[in-house]
């Protein structure tokens, strides 16, 4: 931990260190990724019915709002003693006790980034099943395809069950979503993990008409553990402050989001699939749960 009680998590190394690469990444992220490939797709899927034009601009309007109030412009963003007393929650301490906080090692990744910080914080779920980060799951449904969900049952079984992967969708009330929070929260045995559009909390990447970036805005889903909640006088009740870790080191580690502002971000869909976003609660391996989805 450092000076102000938040933990120390080593940042990746970059692999864009010469002239060279950033071109090459510029060209791919903005030219084929943001022109030759996401406008056309785009159009395919509205001229196929899969996606309203109305959608996508409920969308831009969502985004573009928090362009212009992003929510580290809120004091309670990554205000230092409530992120302090966010890491001292017993829902927190898992991460910090088991060493199991990692940033993504490169774009794409936060998928598996997320996966090992969760199991990390599991201690009866052995280190070396855990696989390493790569390009996994664009979606929470396919988390439950994973093999690492069977990789701590007992010896000799083949099971590959994701039995303890409980999938709240965006669709469901606000009341479900933060009555699931809570209850994830209080279980020593269950850890959080969102997938949520970021762009609803902090707005377009800067330049935001770079058109990798408003593709990004819009359509760009991203996984982290939710580690915590904390009132405060003015988040408190029905909007309290939910804590996340993100797993992208650029966004500073923890910050705190109230809690209808997260919803949102979850509960819009997500163009690629046609889904709203999901939350996931993640059962300790081989525990007995009941009600699970």
């Not at 022109?35 to 019915?49: A, R, S, T, Y």
């Not at 083949?158 to 009341?175: F, M, R, T």
Request: hydrophobic share 40%; charged share 25%; net charge neutral.
């Amino acid at each position: 931990m450092d000076g102000n009680g938040w933990p120390i998590v080593p940042h990746p190394e970059s692999s864009d260190n010469t002239i060279a690469k950033r071109v090459i990444r510029f060209l791919l992220m903005h030219v084929v990724f943001g022109v030759i490939i996401v406008p056309p797709l785009i159009i395919i899927k509205i001229f196929m019915g899969k996606v309203r034009a109305s959608e996508l601009a409920e969308l831009y309007k969502v985004v573009s709002d928090a362009h212009y109030n992003p929510i580290n412009k809120f004091s309670e963003d990554q205000d230092k003693e409530l992120i302090r007393k966010l890491w001292e929650k017993d829902s927190a301490r898992p991460y910090i006790e088991d060493d199991a906080l990692e940033y993504q090692t490169r774009e794409g990744y936060c998928s598996s980034a997320t996966m090992r910080c969760t199991l990390k914080s599991f201690p009866s779920y052995p280190r070396e099943k855990i696989p390493p980060q790569k390009s996994e799951a664009s979606d929470p449904e396919k988390w439950q395809g994973m093999d690492v969900w069977g990789e701590a049952n007992e010896e000799g079984s083949d099971s590959k069950s994701s039995a303890n992967l409980e999938i709240v969708p965006g669709s469901c009330s606000y009341d479900e979503f933060l009555s699931a929070v809570k209850r994830g929260l209080e279980d020593p045995r269950c850890r959080i993990v969102l997938n949520y559009l970021r762009p609803v909390l902090f707005g377009f990447a800067v330049p935001w008409w770079l058109p990798a970036n408003m593709c990004i805005g819009l359509m760009g889903g991203h996984f982290s553990p939710i580690v915590g909640m904390i009132e405060t006088e003015k988040y408190k009740g029905d909007n309290p402050l939910i804590g996340v870790f993100d797993v992208n080191h650029k966004y500073g580690g923890a910050y705190l989001v109230p809690a209808k502002t997260l919803f949102l971000s979850v509960q819009l869909m997500d163009v690629s699939s046609q889904k709203p976003r999901a939350m996931i609660l993640v059962h300790e391996p081989n525990s007995k749960v009941k009600g699970v989805r």
